[in-house]
């Protein structure tokens, strides 16, 4: 599968605000929009005129990008959500926030969600008490995440945890950081999401 293995700060500066797909270093002064402020590239300093179309499309690529997706994954998720009941664009991002790696990150188990990516397919965690590597399942009210026996001394996973107080953990997760485990205790809203996300944007892009 085609992946993204170019610079990742770059895509911050790109959407103008900060995704955090650094982990920690995206809260200190070594964050690329702490220090350019501007988008990368040649013309980055420059000042354009950006049409309609174009705020839709920046808040669709900012998104896309904060859950580490493709452009037919992302739309596969919209397509999803056009069809479940309720609010289209809340719909979206609450499939957003049910994937497994996702709910990893939430959890504290990963520094961010390219790492919680990598450490679902190498194995490291359970849901429900079997094994499970697949980033793109979702999770749901009841389910159980745990990091597996041989994995819990994993040296990522450590720092993972020392560093996730600075964000909190979800209302939708309890975390037990002494066994290591997550339970969903129900599933996210949209309220849950605190990354400033306009939707409806997202909507308006795709009706077109």
């Known amino acids: 599968m085609a992946r993204y293995i170019g610079p990742v700060c770059r895509l911050c500066r790109r959407e103008g605000e900060k995704l955090f797909l650094k982990g920690e270093r995206c ?10 402020a501007y988008p990368p590239g040649i013309h980055g300093q420059g000042h ?4 309609d179309y174009g705020v839709q499309l920046r808040e ?3 998104v896309k990008r904060m859950y580490g997706l493709l452009e ?11 069809q479940m009941k309720g609010v289209t664009g809340e719909n979206l991002v609450v499939l957003l926030e049910r994937r ?5 990150y939430r959890a504290g188990l990963a520094c961010n969600r390219t790492e919680a990516r990598l450490l679902i397919k190498h194995g490291h965690f ?4 079997r094994k499970a590597m697949t980033p793109s399942q979702f999770v749901g009210e009841g389910d159980v995440i745990t990091v597996r026996e041989k994995s819990k001394k994993l040296l990522r996973i450590q720092d993972a945890l020392e560093g996730v107080d600075r964000r ?23 309220s ?6 306009e939707e409806h944007l997202i909507v308006e892009l795709y009706s077109k």
């Open 27 to 36: 809260y200190t002064d070594k964050c690329a929009i702490e220090r350019r």
């Open 48 to 51: 354009r005129k950006v049409s």
């Open 60 to 62: 669709k690529q900012k």
């Open 72 to 82: 037919h994954q992302f739309r596969r998720y919209y397509h999803m959500a056009s």
């Open 100 to 104: 497994f790696d996702n709910a990893v």
């Open 126 to 129: 359970q849901l429900n008490g």
């Open 168 to 190: 909190g953990f979800p209302a939708w997760i309890e975390m037990d950081k002494d066994i290591l485990t997550a339970n969903v205790k129900s599933n996210p809203v949209r």
């Open 192 to 197: 849950d999401v605190t990354m400033q996300i």
